[in-house]
């Protein structure tokens, strides 16, 4: 198979990840915090050391990071968790449906209003088209780091600068460039990072966190047992206790940590420029095949993740797909839960297809992949 | 190590468990019901088999049953998804955090008021205590199967008998005892079921599914993309999809997979007799021990999960646990995330010891326990 769907999870995930995954079930599978025995503690200890890679990876301290299922659920956790009735929230034009259904509920509920700013390939319009947008109530800007479909990346120190100028918290969806691309806190002025463990990260699936600064206070989507203050009728204040209620996918998590410790050996900055090459060769192949339409400039470093979106012929994206499946070449097609993007790039009606390379896919999968398409 | 904290996770995980896990990473790691390629239609087929198995365990339509990352999260969808403003809810004297906190959380919104029903050793009465408790706007009873703390069991399928006859909607968390104890959503009239995958079902922790009935309508706390009608602003209708938003945990829920079909194979009724057993030795033991203090009848089939607590001599619980780590025996001490249990069995000043055997436990294991415990 030849595997070009890393922006849905990344495949395959590096041998230290399986080989973590397995000591996570052997011996890492204890309830941390919440025992006294050795193999609880030494858990605890394990969980944190991840906190600490995910800490030094984004800028955060390591209680600041919280372990959610998903990047879904961080989003929700963040967004839901800062708001309250009578806001007005910002988000991008080319959301992923785990901000847009977010703020459609909020709103629906009464408690929120928002509106939409919309990208530009020139930044500082972007960052002019959020900024215009700007009321006395807003509260929050949330914003991702880059399209899952298109790839192009937001200005997020700027948008974040706005942001704290006006005292608005900035709440950034790193789902896609979380691990790829580099992402810096405080150099950034994000108030709150949400992203999966699974893709750039090379984790497991069902792993992801949010991370929130010193100053964020966030009210709780989920409460429950913390094995912290027991008697406390509510949440704990402290983080990450707050936000973390119930049993942690500790196998998960670890392999999360080994995904981030793949990384790091790498080095990030090598892996996005593997990937920026495989880009390179994919979109230039694109190119020259006039069949191919393509929507966005060629992923360049810094303002863009290195995902292409494009269709092919006349078909309907699910169709290439389909027919490129029975090649063995796995992508996906269609709108990628990201029905703003679409109507952004005016590709509601058959979605695209999009590829997305890792620092496994090979100039050779993009060459047979191009191949390939071609047949098809 | 002798472990007997099997109510906090089980441990160890059956060997098909950890295979399943490694299976899962290599073979079934890719994003089930968003792509078209043959891996991803397989995993979509793996993660279904799952939905089914626990379906037929109890007694639910497969797509009834939304996977999350642990029983909190499930019970936090379940309360907070059905309450409306100026709705009363009731729970037991002995749930845990996980419940309490919630209806903390939302009468503190201003959302709902709420009341305790006491536990009673006689079952008429436990049922009678909620009973009276039952207002005009009542919509929902929420209950444990069985105490995390204590062991001792709620008459589910006669307090879900008394809900349906005033129209309240009753939900189940069946933390410690989905995999031991038979549960049977029609039979015992439970609208809604939440249970973690790592306890008593053996499944990977970061792993728990609600199940929801029919004509149980929620709303939801988490939004986000689900692969299906993307451009619906709000989440669909249906489920499973409207309670999973963003990527599943398919390691977990195929450990999760593995874990029930090891029981299956054993059979649920076996491995409960096993564990009673178990307890009869843990019991008898402690009993005949003067330094023992124990706070409820000997654990009995139906009646009581394989629990017990006790106390030692007059230690706070956590010394008694700290000393049994000392002798490499595995046990929770504390409150247990439950505070409101410990109030009802007057254990709040020092908590309790919790013992808790799994299929794995041996006689020997418990022989060995109670040798070292008079020691300390």
Redesign the interface.
């Known amino acids: 198979?030849i595997y070009l769907?890393n922006g849905?999870?990344s495949?395959?995930?590096p041998q230290s990840?399986?080989y973590g995954?397995?000591n996570a079930?052997?011996n890492y599978?204890?309830?941390s915090g919440?025992?006294?025995?050795?193999?609880?503690i030494a858990t605890a200890e394990k969980i944190y050391s991840v906190r600490e890679k995910i800490g030094a990876m984004f800028n955060y301290e390591p209680q600041n990071i919280a372990f959610?299922?998903?990047?879904?659920?961080a989003?929700?956790m963040a967004i839901?968790g800062s708001v309250k009735r009578g806001d007005h929230v910002i988000i991008s034009s080319l959301e992923?449906?785990?901000v847009?259904?977010?703020v459609?509920?909020l709103r629906?509920d009464g408690i929120i209003d928002f509106d939409i700013a919309q990208y530009d390939f020139d930044e500082e319009e972007t960052v002019k088209n959020f900024e215009r947008l700007i009321r006395s109530n807003t509260t929050v800007i949330v914003c991702m780091a880059a399209s899952n479909v298109f790839g192009v990346a937001f200005p997020l120190r700027k948008i974040g600068n706005l942001a704290r100028r006006h005292g608005i918290r900035f709440i950034v969806d790193a789902a896609q460039a979380a691990g790829v691309m580099p992402i810096n806190s405080e150099k950034d002025n994000i108030d709150i990072l949400c992203a999966?463990g699974?893709k750039c990260l090379y984790g497991?699936?069902?792993?992801?966190f949010i991370a929130v600064n010193e100053d964020v206070h966030l009210d709780?989507?989920?409460?429950?047992?913390?094995?912290s203050e027991?008697?406390n009728?509510?949440?704990p204040d402290f983080l990450p206790d707050r936000l973390e209620?119930?049993?942690?996918?500790?196998?998960?998590?670890i392999?999360m940590g080994e995904g981030i410790s793949f990384i790091n050996s790498k080095g990030m900055n090598n892996i996005y420029d593997h990937e920026l090459r495989m880009t390179d060769i994919l979109y230039n192949g694109l190119k020259r095949d006039q069949n191919a339409v393509l929507y966005c400039p060629k992923p360049e470093k810094f303002s863009s993740a290195p995902i292409i979106s494009f269709n092919y012929k006349d078909y309907p994206s699910?169709k290439t797909?389909?027919l490129?499946?029975r090649q063995?070449?796995?992508?996906?097609?269609?709108?990628?839960?990201?029905?703003l993007a679409h109507k952004f790039f005016n590709t509601?009606d058959r979605g695209t297809v999009r590829l997305c390379p890792s620092a496994f896919t090979t100039q050779r999968d993009c060459e047979i992949f191009l191949k390939r398409l071609k047949k098809i």
Chains 1, 2 share one sequence.
């Open positions: 198979m769907d849905a999870t495949y395959p995930k990840v399986i995954t397995m079930v052997r599978s204890f309830n919440r025992g006294g025995y050795s193999a609880s959610t299922m998903n990047c879904t659920q989003l929700n839901k992923h449906n785990a847009w259904r977010v459609n509920h629906k999966p699974h497991n699936m069902g792993t992801g709780t989507i989920i409460d429950g047992g913390t094995g027991s008697q009728p509510y949440q209620a119930g049993t942690l996918n500790n196998v998960g998590i392999s699910e797909a389909a490129l499946a063995d070449i796995a992508v996906r097609a269609g709108l990628h839960c990201s029905p509601l």
